[in-house]
């Protein structure tokens, strides 16, 4: 199943209610993101841009885009940023896709 980076800023009333009732979030979106087939991986609070980062797993990428837009409606959040996650595999396939696809860009010459 595809792997998400869910990186995730609270708006300021989101951070009082959770002040006033403190409690783990990723626990209180499980359901949500069971419902829509994923699982979540793993989860941590931070701090800098970002206030919860989570590593979650979803069936599609309509699936973690449904789950994005529906935290983003809820109010609670500032900013949630979806990051698609590739395997090694992945990347090292796309890495060989990449160099025999011809693309040239401005004033270079294509790779073989």
Not at 61 to 87: E, H, M, Q, W, Y
């Amino acid at each position: 199943m595809p792997s998400y980076l869910l990186q995730v800023g609270y708006t300021s009333d989101a951070w009082a209610n959770l002040i006033a009732n403190p409690h783990d979030r990723i626990d209180a979106v499980k359901p949500v993101v069971e419902k829509l087939g994923g699982k979540i991986l793993h989860g941590w609070f931070a701090f800098g841009d970002y206030d919860l980062v989570a590593v979650v797993e979803m069936p599609t990428n309509v699936d973690a885009a449904a789950f994005s837009l529906a935290a983003a409606a809820a109010g609670a959040v500032r900013t949630i940023k979806t990051t698609p996650l590739l395997t090694m595999a992945e990347g090292i396939e796309a890495m060989k896709k990449a160099g025999r696809a011809g693309y040239k860009g401005p004033g270079r010459t294509a790779h073989a």
